[in-house]
């Protein structure tokens, strides 16, 4: 009988801890936010193919936790979203990336910065409000920040989380859709998100090398989203080869560690200034 037992009972205890480090980061980064200890910000550069320039910089999110180390935005992103944090995070972000615009412009570095929004973000009825507000601060403007958003179906839930992004299509904000063809999608909703960027996800990018018909579902991803008037952008791009047939299909921009890692602000001006692209 207990032999019997022994399997349910691990997995429970799994469950246990899984649940004790998920309450403990919940708590920790709370009080992170609260203090503004530990989080900082790094920036990966976007290139342009056709002119082989920086075309902007996407921010992430980092957490050196005083225990634990540091702590992947994969694994507290999902479970800020999941209570009440993901709101002071986001403000965070958003304050952190203007404060960074701001004094990049002031060094001659002039560079739009995309961020990271949730569904749950867009479902709060004063985002754009509250996100127009904190640019005015820094004497930015809607130019400056590009907005990513993922989990299409949760915002398409949503008709607040649907005005939210409409509104700041007028206020002039690029939107792009972040992890296109990553798991289940039917690209219907493409008419109803007014999208101006795809940024076609790793996983399909990675396929690129491995065999012919991977290529031909990227040659026709990329040439039906042109035909419908997206810039496309592939992400995690990490090798040469990968860049030449990209080019060779009019990618119009990537992103990926064979270009740059993400980068801590100074590195970042300092790639700018010295980078030259292959
Ligand atoms: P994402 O938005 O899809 O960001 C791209 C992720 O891929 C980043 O991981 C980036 O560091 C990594 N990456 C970029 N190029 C390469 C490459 O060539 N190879 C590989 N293997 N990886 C590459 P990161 O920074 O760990 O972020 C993971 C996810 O966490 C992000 O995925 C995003 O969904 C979320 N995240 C990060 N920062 C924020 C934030 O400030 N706010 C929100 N809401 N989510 C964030
Ligand atoms: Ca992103
Ligand atoms: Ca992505
Ligand atoms: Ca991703």
């Known amino acids: 009988a207990i032999a019997e037992n022994t399997p349910q009972s691990d997995y429970q205890l799994e469950a246990d801890i899984a649940k004790t480090r998920a309450f403990t980061?919940?708590?920790?980064?709370?009080?992170?936010?609260?203090?503004?200890?530990?989080?900082?910000?790094?920036?990966?550069?976007?290139?342009?193919?056709?002119?082989?320039?920086?075309?902007g910089a996407e921010a992430l999110i980092r957490w050196k936790h005083p225990v634990l180390g540091n702590v992947s935005p994969a694994q507290f992103i999902p479970l800020a979203e999941n209570t009440t944090l993901i709101r002071p995070l986001t403000d965070w972000v958003i304050d952190n990336v203007a404060r960074q615009i701001n004094r990049w412009?002031?060094?001659n570095l002039f560079m739009s910065v995309s961020i990271n929004i949730t569904a749950n973000n867009l479902s709060e009825g004063d985002f754009a409000e509250r996100l127009m507000s904190t640019l005015q601060d820094y004497q930015l403007t809607a130019a400056d920040i590009e907005i990513e958003c993922l989990e299409t179906q949760k915002?398409?839930?949503?008709?607040?989380?649907?005005?939210?992004?409409?509104?700041?299509?007028?206020?002039?904000?690029?939107?792009?859709?972040d992890d296109f063809g990553s798991g289940y999608s039917n690209l219907t909703y493409l008419n109803k998100i007014p999208i101006d960027i795809i940024k076609i996800d790793k996983s399909l990018i990675d396929n690129i090398n491995k065999d012919t018909n991977s290529r031909v579902i990227i040659k026709s991803l990329i040439s039906m989203l042109h035909k419908l008037h997206y810039v496309v952008l592939a992400e995690g791009v990490e090798d040469q080869k990968t860049i030449d047939y990209l080019v060779s299909l009019g990618c119009d921009q990537v992103q990926g560690y064979h270009l740059s890692r993400p980068l801590m602000p100074?590195?970042?001006?300092?790639?700018?200034?010295?980078h030259d692209i292959p």
Not at 157 to 167: D, F, H, P, R, T
């Open 266 to 274: 100074a590195e970042f001006a300092r790639w700018c200034e010295n």
């Open 25 to 55: 980061l919940i708590s920790d980064l709370g009080e992170a936010l609260r203090k503004d200890e530990g989080l900082y910000l790094v920036y990966q550069p976007k290139i342009e193919l056709r002119t082989r320039k920086v075309v």
């Open 155 to 177: 915002i398409l839930e949503s008709n607040v989380a649907l005005s939210s992004i409409a509104m700041l299509k007028r206020l002039g904000f690029l939107i792009s859709l």
């Open 105 to 107: 412009k002031k060094k």
